[in-house]
């Protein structure tokens, strides 16, 4: 079959698509690089046989998913109807992913780490997809692709709540054991993520055709809270599954974790919010170690070192919530530590002793002109327990403005280190001197945020004044 679809790289389709190098292929699909649109945007193709029913079907399925827009979902950019020598197909042109969950699992499990960030992502989405009438159907390590920092779930099997399986696959041990029946569901969707849980971290689909007889029994080496999680996931009977919600509540702190409506999809947008909020986020972009075909397209890593240790925590990207407006500071409890250090006084009466290691002639230290507080609404600084500190960076010119800031140590959540990040850019300095001319300098500005507020403390870090 590989063979088969490899002759067709270098085609042409429909004068639009050049087809580059085949990525995979499976019983009932093959993937091939290609380029989209004026700017040549880098993407993946995929085709599939037209099925036998069910063909304009599947086009309204993937033209309503390219109307969709979330960070952790594959962007949907062209879909349509071709023929491939005397076979007629449907192809869909998605934006393409460096790697995908099923190449790196049979190399290694996952990392406690990554697969909370795994777990966050895909709650994360699929209360969207579920708060809006639609379900994945297809959730697998093979879908689940790490685009830049960001982990995503494809998208082009997303369909609506209660529709049946029109491409004629095969059921999987991903599918739940009601799907044939009753069609795509929320609660198959669960399932889904509950295998993919398991396998997670013991590298395989287990426990097999023996958990469709009873509720499972998973691997005590599964740590947790996922143990409880996936096992909660796997329930034979749909109605006793969690739901998104239900696992948002288990990962929240104690007096936040309660057990959410089974039905309406603001309770599940707010406790995946605030779960996304207060969680640790690890990097997404998940290490490639091995190969393997996989469901939707991906690429190769562009170099081999990326077998090694996972990634930071990437600062590009924000949180649902949007950030509102802090409120007022109150005297009492001020916010931030208002002024950065100051020369020492003098007195002209009695001046004090010259140090061991005198300044030089003309040189003085910088200063904060011109503070900016990160703006965080009381509903994210209500998801904080204790502090959450995070250092930047800061290149100052000769002007006092902030050329270049740089995480020097983001902490444990991509939302705060993102929001430190950018108000960092917008500080003003007074520049140091030295023999009487401002020089550039560099800052660190030091965050913690706490339930009540936020604290900065800003040092000067280069030129050194004291001379010593």
Known sequence: MSEAWKQWEGHVLDGRYTLGAFQGATDHSAVFLTTHGKLSEKAAIKFIEYPRQGGPAQLARWERASKLSHRHLIRLLDWGQCRLADASMLYVVTESADENLGQILPTRPLTTSETEYMLRSMLEVLSYLHASGLVHG????????????????????VCS?????????EPSVYDAPEVAAS????????????????????????????????????????????HEIARQCLRLDPERRWT?????????????????????SRPVQAAVAVLILGGILAGAKFLRQGSGTSDQPSSPPSSPASS???????????PVEPVQPPPAPQPATPAVSSHAPERPAT?????PPAPKSPAREGSL???????????????????INGKVRVSVRVAVDTSGRVVDAKLASPGPSRYFANIALEASRRWKFTPPQTKGEAVPSEWM????????????????LSPDVRGN
């Open 347 to 351: 007195n002209d009466a009695a001046p």
């Open 445 to 460: 500005l030091r965050y913690a945020f706490r339930r009540n507020g936020v604290d900065v403390s800003p040092a000067q």
């Open 138 to 157: 297809r959730l697998r390590p093979s879908n689940l692709m790490a685009v830049g920092d960001d982990l995503k779930l494809s998208s082009d099997t």
């Open 244 to 264: 998104v919600a239900d696992i948002a509540a288990h990962l929240l702190p104690a007096p936040v974790a309660r057990r959410k409506p089974r039905n309406g």
């Open 365 to 383: 230290p910088g200063s904060v002109a011109d503070q900016v507080v990160p703006a965080v609404s009381q509903k994210s600084r209500n998801t």
């Open 308 to 318: 090694a240790a996972s990634p930071a925590p990437s600062a590009n990207t924000l």
């Open 183 to 226: 069609g795509f569901s929320p609660a198959g969707d669960v399932w889904s993520l509950g295998i993919t849980l398991v396998e997670a971290f013991t590298q395989r689909p287990a426990p097999g055709e023996a958990i469709r007889q009873a509720d499972p029994k998973l691997p005590e080496t599964i740590p947790a809270p996922f």
């Open 161 to 169: 709540a209660g529709d049946k399986n029109i491409t004629a696959r």
